[in-house]
């Protein structure tokens, strides 16, 4: 549990993590624990699933879009239906959120920011805009970013 890692301060050289960060319920404590146990200097490379993604919700249908099967699942039902429920744990967290989390942490700074995949443009209709109006299309359509960090 990167929460609570029994990993002496200041020991690693490089943390890596891919696709976990969205499954984590307190991120601000695993973003303390990664500086904690990194030497200084030492980089960490976290890959994030953006839960507004179209694959966010972890259906399994999109996690490969257009290769599976989708049924009766429908884009961004993890967004549009309030009674959804995840298949496992999701924090929900918004790229946003994981911005302000990682640039708030204490000896940890931020190398490079990147987006890693994007999803779904074409299934993002005029429909499913007018009901996230909360979201842009960059954010519903961005599946992964790409955080590097260093321990300061």
């Given at each position: 549990?990167?929460?609570?890692?029994s990993i002496p301060d200041g020991s690693v050289d490089v943390v890596h993590s891919n696709a976990?960060?969205?499954?984590i319920p307190?991120?601000?404590?695993?973003?303390?624990?990664?500086?904690?146990v990194l030497k200084p200097g030492g980089l960490a490379y976290i890959e994030i699933h953006?839960?507004?993604?179209?694959?966010?919700?972890h259906d399994l249908p999109w996690i490969v879009p257009g290769r599976t099967?989708?049924?009766?699942?429908?884009?961004w039902q993890h967004l549009r239906n309030p009674d959804w429920q995840a298949p496992v744990f999701l924090n929900r967290l918004r790229e946003r959120d994981y911005d302000r989390l990682f640039r708030s942490t204490p000896?940890?700074?931020?190398?490079e920011w990147r987006?890693?995949?994007?999803?779904g443009r074409q299934l993002l209709t005029k429909e499913i805009c007018a009901a996230l109006p909360d979201y842009s299309d960059e954010e519903?359509?961005?599946?992964?970013?790409?955080?590097?960090?260093r321990r300061v």
């Open positions: 549990d990167v929460r609570s890692a976990t960060w969205e499954h307190d991120v601000a404590e695993a973003n303390r624990q990664v500086a904690r953006l839960f507004p993604s179209l694959s966010g919700g099967e989708l049924g009766d699942v429908v884009p000896n940890l700074e931020i190398v987006t890693e995949y994007v999803e519903l359509t961005k599946r992964s970013i790409i955080v590097v960090a």
